[in-house]
């Protein structure tokens, strides 16, 4: 069994996070979703590497204030994910247009209250919202419904 490894970003600006409208690309398990920015390991690429490449890519953006958050580990069947959370909240440069959607920014309140994300996301949002320590976050998920959640190793709740 091997696991993904990921990374995702959540930037920061005047109350607001940018938030990735996930609508461009085939076959994508998030498709009309909203996410934070971020994606897959190259080969041989540290966490901080991963972050800043995918970034930059994805918005056009480089990250010069930025923080790791946690560690969320997602598992649905036999599929696996190690994804490393961060924030950031300076950068340079203008954002471009993305390949995998729409880019914008976004109300922190209405991310959580209105927008479509992954019932696991509101969790490692609101904890980073109320300023939590560096936290490991474990998410299952069956049906893509969230059935355990486990923080720094406590469970939380299991099949709701």
């Given amino acids: 069994m091997s696991a993904e490894l990921t990374t995702l970003c959540y930037i920061e600006k005047d109350g607001k996070y940018l938030m990735l409208h996930r609508t461009k690309k085939k076959n994508d398990p998030n498709k009309d979703l909203w996410l934070g920015v971020g994606g897959h390991f190259e080969e041989g690429e540290s966490p901080e590497e991963c972050v800043l490449r995918e970034v930059r890519e994805e918005t056009g953006l480089t990250m010069t204030d930025y923080k790791l958050r946690g560690i969320v580990s997602f598992s649905e069947g036999d599929w696996y994910e190690y994804m490393f959370l961060y924030s950031c909240t300076g950068y340079e440069g203008e954002i471009s247009q993305c390949s995998e959607g729409e ?35 474990k998410l299952r998920y069956n049906n893509r419904r969230l059935v355990e959640v486990a923080v720094n190793g406590n469970k939380q709740f299991a099949d709701r």
Avoid at 113 to 137: N, Q, T, V
């Fill in 103 to 137: 880019l914008v920014w976004v109300e922190k309140e209405r991310v959580l209250r209105e927008l479509k994300i992954w019932e696991g996301d509101r969790i490692f949002l609101e904890m980073m919202e109320r300023g939590d320590p560096f936290f490991s976050l």
